[in-house]
């Protein structure tokens, strides 16, 4: 099961992610708790390993803005509502992850990966489960949207995405990561995931 940690904010979260062996972290540029400058987030990157995945996340982005990120931190992945995506030039070698949210058309045609989420980002606000589970047997769908340690594997139970990704909920405060929730959320996930092949 695919794990993005999103919303990071300083190196102590940078180190959690990687000793929890996570595949993608993600940084926010939209207004939020968790905002970072390009600059920020270069530097917070510089200290994950080859082979972790860095996402640049926006909603809405201006090009200036889009180009400032793709030239400073240079992101493996631009994570942005699928809209945005009609209009923005995203730099060469930056792949694209479309956000597409409950209550809102779907992009037809299906891109081959999405992350599916409610319809406000990084508020702990849950994604309606029984859409997601639809579009999953569309798409590789990367769930999103109040998952916890608590809740994570009744919504891959539900779901059967490709991956999850959790930002507030392994959270001490609104854009402080907690290194042991996100310990005890990647657990969660692996033992969800694991059952699940288990059942199949």
Known sequence: MWIKICGITSADAVAAAVAADVDAIGFVFAPSPRQVTPGQAAQLAALAPPGLLKFAVAQHPLQMKVDEICRILRPDYFQTDFEDLRELRI???????????????????????????????????????????????????????????????????AVRPFGVDVSSGVESEPGVKDPYKIEQFVRAVRDAAARLETDT
């Open 91 to 157: 730099a060469p070698g930056v792949k694209l992850l479309p956000v597409v949210r409950f209550g809102r058309q779907s992009p037809h045609p299906m891109p081959a990966r999405i992350l599916f989420e409610g319809p406000t980002s990084g508020i702990g606000e849950l994604a309606d489960w029984g859409r997601a589970a639809e579009l999953a047997h569309q798409t590789e769908l990367i769930l999103a949207g109040g998952l916890s340690a608590d809740n994570v594997a009744d919504a891959i139970r």
